[in-house]
């Protein structure tokens, strides 16, 4: 069965750092675009970073271009992203996703809380 567990939330100062872990399982991880989605209470979900397959092209929303770095490690089923200067509007519920295209499916991990405030 497809698993996506996220892990590495957490409470953090403005203008600090934390690195998010997402493992998955029950697929064949290195052959799917992997993307990282946020969301604020009241806001809509967001597409915050996205690599692919090969991990050879990133995608970033422009809100956090400069700060967020996402990455994979393929031998091990994971992807990372990793935020550094966070500001408060970056607090949010940290989702893994991916999407089979062949049966029209997305995957979602539970989230992670990340939590920017002084």
């Known amino acids: 069965q497809v698993q996506l567990v996220e892990s590495g939330g957490g409470l953090v100062q403005p203008g600090g750092s934390l690195r998010l872990s997402c493992a998955a399982s029950g697929f064949s991880f290195r052959l799917y675009v992997m993307n990282w989605y946020r969301q604020a209470p009241g806001k809509e979900r967001e597409l915050v970073a996205t690599v692919t397959s090969a991990g050879t092209s990133l995608n970033y929303a422009d809100s956090v271009k400069g700060r967020f770095t996402i990455s994979r490690d393929n031998a091990k089923n994971t992807v990372y992203l990793q935020m550094n200067s966070l500001k408060p509007e970056d607090t949010a519920v940290y989702y893994c996703?991916?999407?089979?295209?062949?049966?029209?499916?997305?995957?979602w991990g539970p989230g992670t809380q990340v939590t920017v405030s002084s």
């Open positions: 996703n991916t999407r089979i295209s062949s049966i029209a499916r997305e995957y």
